[in-house]
């Protein structure tokens, strides 16, 4: 059975500036671009092969995934992008300061939404410029599938269906698989394969740049689970 490594992107431009970013396509920030040079060196020096690369549509996740496969010299594999994999779309939210939404809502209702389950932001208008239908990146996607905002729970249906149509199947053939993703999409992966409960999937810490390393027995169960990281590089 093959590996499977989880990695969260490197730190975005809004990520520095505490943004709500969902699926507005920023681009990855230079400490972003760091990290996943040191990705791609921890996979070079341990000396892991990658067989398959999947990303979600956002630019942020592309060009981690494709730097870390390009510092592990190993940029002749397949790489498969799915909106599925994208961050959880924060409706509303998407391009606002953090702190000032906080102010606005409150405590009790920011923290029920940003780190609960099953609660969603406001909803974008349907006529919003933010929404995906007005992203040629979504035109073939029927709009009734495009969310207007997302909870947790929501975000986790639709990557964990789309782990078990297009990843598990390539991790069954022996492939070793990366999958450069997002905070929200990635803790959803990990909660489904680690098996943690609704309540506790909003605590687990996704850290950018860190390589979560998923081993399996024959029939997929998980066997051995660890992080790649080299600290001292991370931490500056």
Same mark, same amino acid.
């Given at each position: 059975?093959?590996?499977?490594?989880?990695?969260?992107?490197?730190?975005?431009?809004?990520?520095?500036?505490n943004i709500f970013t969902g699926?507005?396509?920023?681009?990855?920030?230079?400490?972003?671009?760091?990290?996943?040079?040191?990705?791609?060196?921890?996979?070079?020096?341990?000396?892991?092969?990658?067989?398959?690369?999947?990303?979600?549509?956002? #630019?942020?996740?592309?060009?981690? %995934?494709?730097?870390?496969?390009?510092? =592990?010299? +190993?940029? /002749? $594999?397949?790489? &498969?992008? *799915?909106?599925?994999?994208?961050?959880?779309?924060?409706?509303?939210?998407?391009?606002?300061?953090?702190?000032?939404?906080?102010?606005?809502?409150?405590?009790?209702?920011?923290?029920?939404?940003r780190r609960g389950f099953s609660?969603?932001?406001?909803?974008?208008?349907?006529?919003?410029?933010?929404?995906?239908?007005?992203?040629?990146?979504?035109?073939?996607?029927?709009?009734?599938?495009?969310?207007?905002?997302?909870?947790?729970?929501?975000?986790?249906?639709?990557?964990?269906?789309?782990?078990?149509?297009?990843?598990?199947?390539?991790?069954?053939?022996? #492939?070793?698989?990366?999958?450069? %993703?997002?905070?929200?999409?990635?803790? =959803?992966? +990990?909660? /489904? $394969?680690?098996? &943690?409960? *609704?309540?506790?999937?909003?605590?687990?810490?996704?850290?950018?740049?860190?390589?979560?390393?998923?081993?399996?027995?024959?029939?997929?169960?998980?066997?051995?689970?660890?992080?790649?990281?080299?600290?001292?590089?991370?931490?500056?």
């Open positions: 059975m093959g590996k499977l490594i989880l990695v969260r992107h490197g730190k975005s431009l809004w990520n520095i500036e699926w507005t396509d920023i681009d990855i920030a230079p400490k972003g671009i760091e990290e996943a040079i040191i990705a791609g060196e921890i996979i070079r020096d341990h000396n892991i092969t990658i067989d398959i690369c999947f990303s979600s549509y956002l #630019k942020r996740a592309i060009k981690t %995934g494709s730097i870390i496969l390009e510092t =592990a010299n +190993m940029m /002749q $594999i397949d790489f &498969i992008k *799915s909106w599925k994999l994208n961050e959880r779309n924060y409706g509303a939210w998407q391009g606002r300061n953090k702190d000032d939404v906080k102010k606005e809502v409150g405590d009790e209702l920011f923290w029920k939404i609660t969603s932001p406001p909803n974008l208008s349907i006529d919003d410029e933010r929404h995906p239908k007005f992203d040629p990146k979504y035109a073939k996607i029927s709009i009734d599938e495009l969310p207007r905002s997302e909870s947790l729970e929501q975000t986790k249906q639709r990557a964990v269906q789309y782990y078990y149509e297009a990843i598990v199947p390539e991790l069954v053939k022996g #492939k070793n698989v990366l999958v450069a %993703g997002h905070g929200n999409s990635i803790r =959803a992966l +990990m909660g /489904q $394969i680690e098996n &943690i409960s *609704s309540a506790e999937i909003p605590k687990v810490e996704v850290k950018t740049g860190v390589l979560n390393i998923y081993e399996f027995d024959a029939n997929m169960n998980l066997e051995k689970q660890y992080e790649l990281k080299q600290v001292s590089k991370l931490e500056i």
